[in-house]
């Protein structure tokens, strides 16, 4: 079976072991050591020396906290929104009372970093920028580089959803002056769903501080406090999971993060070229297209939910259809976390044999 979404993707046999050990005291000593040990890990891949905290709840929890712990009701913010998860991110800040002001993008194109420094430099009164790394809606990866710079040109806070791009795609946080970085289990970590991972850097802990949004769960400063006074989260923790992720994370460090940018650069690349050599077209251009997720547009005739029918049914080939305004138009396929040139090859046999079932007819 080829599990071929943006998550949850596949999980390495040796981490599906491990899941299946006993509990153990989440208040004791073994725990303690698992999550201190992580945690080092985790401020490697997220190249940072502020705060890394492992929560446990999926993606969008973690943005929620991103949010609640930096930002109070009628802070203005920029949303930086180029698909679906830039929308989410937008409509979490507006839901707890945060004035949203939302710079959009083509659904397939980048955000434009000259035209936040537009945004930033008409209104001086922006608190925050949120912005999505890698747009899996899309498959666009957002030039952060770019992006992270001109934020610190204006000197605003920067909270940046890295879900499906961070452990895949290089995010050097605290070179590009990321203030909080949101990224999940279930993504590029080759574990199963259940844990939000945030780096927290120093001028977010500032905010925190001042921040008045609503929050009990998601409170970085209590996560903090337990984490290094205890070893310990404040909640109870998912514990399977959490050995999920240590045995993903000691993979991490065998494979070296370097390594692991270079195989999902390398797999994203085939997967281009792949589907242009059966030929369809991609929806992003290639400049920004991402190594984590391919979206390919779907030609006159060729009906997505047939597709993705006849590939599980057919071919054992999980792929994933387009969100919201991109249903019926692209579908997509995720590249990311335990993967290698070889999935994409068979992928690609897949899709040979049920395209034309499909009803497409290439020229
Ligand atoms: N943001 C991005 C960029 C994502 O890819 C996802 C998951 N597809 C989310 C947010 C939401 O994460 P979750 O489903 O884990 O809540």
Redesign the pocket.
């Known amino acids: 079976m080829q599990l071929r979404i943006?998550?949850p993707t596949p999980i390495p046999p040796e981490i599906l072991q491990v899941m299946s050990r006993q509990m153990i005291n989440h208040r004791g000593p073994q725990f303690t050591e698992m999550i201190q040990s992580m945690t080092a890990t985790l401020k490697e891949m997220f190249q940072t020396k502020g705060d890394v905290l492992i929560l446990t709840g999926?993606?969008?929890?973690g943005?929620e906290a991103a949010i609640v712990n930096t930002l109070s009701p009628g802070d203005k913010v920029l949303v930086v929104s180029n698909g679906f998860?830039g929308e989410?991110f937008a409509d979490i800040a507006e839901q707890f009372g945060a004035q949203v002001e939302r710079l959009r993008f083509e659904w397939g194109y980048p955000a434009d970093p000259p035209a936040v420094r537009q945004a930033l430099s008409q209104d001086t009164g922006i608190k925050a920028v949120l912005v999505?790394h890698?747009?899996?809606s899309t498959g666009v990866t957002n030039d952060l580089a770019s992006i992270s710079a001109v934020v610190r040109e204006f000197d605003k806070l920067l909270l940046v959803?890295a879900?499906?791009s961070l452990g895949a795609i290089d995010l050097p946080s605290d070179e590009w002056g990321c203030d909080v970085v949101v990224t999940?289990s279930?993504?590029g970590w080759m574990a199963p769903?259940g844990l939000a991972m945030v780096s927290v850097s120093q001028r977010a802990w500032q905010a925190n501080a001042e921040a008045k949004m609503p929050r009990y769960y998601w409170d970085f400063a209590k996560a903090k406090r337990f984490l290094e006074e205890k070893g310990q989260t404040p909640w109870t923790p998912a514990v399977s999971v959490f050995y999920a992720l240590a045995a993903a994370l000691e993979m991490f460090k065998r494979e070296g993060l370097a390594n692991v940018v270079a195989r999902h650069i390398r797999v994203g690349s085939k997967a281009r070229e792949g589907v242009k050599s059966l030929g369809l077209s991609l929806l992003p251009e290639d400049s920004h297209a991402s190594n984590t997720v391919t979206a390919i547009k779907a030609p006159e005739g060729l009906e997505v939910k047939r597709l993705l029918g006849i590939l599980r049914e057919e071919q054992g080939t999980i792929l994933a259809g387009g969100q919201q305004r991109l249903d019926g138009k692209i579908f997509r396929i995720g590249h990311l976390g335990y993967v290698n040139e070889e999935d994409i090859e068979q992928v690609m046999e897949a899709l040979k044999v049920a395209l034309p079932q499909a009803g497409f007819r290439s020229r």
């Open positions: 943006p998550g999926s993606g969008t929890g943005m998860f989410r999505t890698n747009e899996t959803d879900i499906s999940a279930q993504k769903p």
